[in-house]
């Protein structure tokens, strides 16, 4: 035991190690026993409790140097905790470039909407091409913020201008069901790009892929706060107009609300990068509470379904649905990963993931046989291909995925295993959307 | 792995090399912590091998990652916490490559001591060899 006089010291340099971001209350605990141990044993061999002190804090190494050897290890932390290292010291400042992004993409959307006119009928291009007016504008704001090599940017820019063409080429039907899927899968496809963007062309890189999932994660939760602070001031607004002039309420509260939902695109990204200082991730958190939750009702849904059979009233819809039911289930198990302290997570939690990823399988195997069934009966429709496509690629992913969580529970295995399948699996989701958008109309001869 | 100076002390790289091996060799023993492996380090080299000892948790962070060890928190008999690691099943077969790797190498350059410094016996060579490239 060191005597009171080291005692002060102990904690001033407790409070030091404790300074660098990467290095958490734990192993701050790790590091004292460490200098407490030698200390006494210092001091066993005849020292004074200030040299034991001065020769123990020696020998455990000057803190800078030390943290930021956790730093290189635990570098996950610094996204948690620290503020985004800016490297671009001269140039536009940070929030500038953000708001000249947001302006852009909130000026393009207005400017479709009034050349689309939709409330009087037009313009179902309008709808389709939204997420190529608020997207591009956000991966270019990350080519810009990340410093992208040129070529790398002019590789994006021609899947951008491609997608673009395509959707707004290709002869639709009207109201056909291919030009409904490729609305529905071009945010997604665009979403890919934006993702390269962020990562700044570095793909190949499995951390860099994980980072943009947490982006995606806490760009949505952003997101819909922005949509919810944004929905109480758009309803407070009309409140106070309308008794003075109600003509003007509907055309400022249109514009309002599609500057405000373009613009929020870029700042929630802004946001989720400036404030990783602030803030736990929320997606983690929410995966935590949601996944027994989502687990229960699985389980009570396979076991309804094991007995009420799914034969009597299926209905294609019902694909989608399952579709949708992965999707959630993959999302629980992916953020649950992108949680850091991941060697921490209880054994208890990944027990009931897996009983979530397992009783998901079982559901979705029930309706693809009866859907395999049906396609046999009437044959291929682009809503089937779609959905029944996003089905088989995430019932691959889940199934390996429970497999890993198995493994991983029988301490075979490290965590990291399923993370590196996660990140791995991505271009499937991104090749499977660009195929959707590019492909599956003209397969169809754009019904 | 950060060494200190002095004339008979490892070759820093060597040390960071020699790091891994090392602590898995000591886990795979017995289950220890942090402090009882730099003393068992020290034991073993006969003080020659110099830690930063700061910087063995970041490589015990690692290997916990990695899977080769694993780690608990326990109780110093004095009552307090204290995270003790002990090797895994992989972090075993790690070890087996390891030593593997090291023996090649001490294979391969037992061969050339003898042809580039044939006064010398073969442990003054190994001792020489890391001291004359500083």
Known sequence: MSMPASESQIVEWRAAVLASPAVDEADADELEAHLREQITDLEAAGLSNDEAFLIAVRRLGQVDRVTAEFAREHSDRLWKQLTLVRPEVEGPHPILTMLGFAALAAVLTQAAWLAANPMSGGGGWYIRDLSLLVLTPLAAYFAVLRRMPVPR???????????ALAVNLFPFAPGSSTSILVAIHLPVALWCVVGVAYVGGDVPSSSKRMDFIRFTGEWAIYYAMIALGGGVLLGLTMLVLTPIVPAAV???????????????????AWLVEAKKSVIENIAPVLTLIFTPLFAAMLVVSSVAYLIAGVGHDFNRDLLTVFDLLLLVVLSLVVYSISARESTRSGRAMDGIRLVAV?????????????????????????????????????????????????RQLGGRIPGMRLERWQTGYLPVFAVWVMLMVLALPPVFRFE | MGAGGGAVNIDKDLVAAMATPLVLAILAEDASYGYAILKRVRELSEGELEWTDGMLYPLLHRLERLGYIRAEWGASPEGRRRKYYEATNAGRAQLAEQRRQWVTATRALGGLWDLALPAAGPGAAVARGAGASA
Request: proline share 1%; charged share 5%.
């Open chain 1, 358 to 406: 397992v009783a998901a399988l079982l559901l979705d195997a029930l309706v693809l046989a009866s859907m395999f069934v049906r396609v046999g009966e009437f044959g291929f429709t682009p809503n089937r291909v779609a959905a029944l496509g996003l089905n088989i690629i995430l019932l691959v992913n889940l199934a390996v995925a429970a497999w890993l969580i198995v």
């Open chain 1, 153 to 163: 940017v002019l590789m994006l820019a021609v899947v951008v201008v491609v997608l």
């Open chain 1, 250 to 268: 509907g055309g400022v509260s249109q514009w309002m609300l599609t500057l405000g939902a373009a613009g929020a695109v870029v700042v929630a």
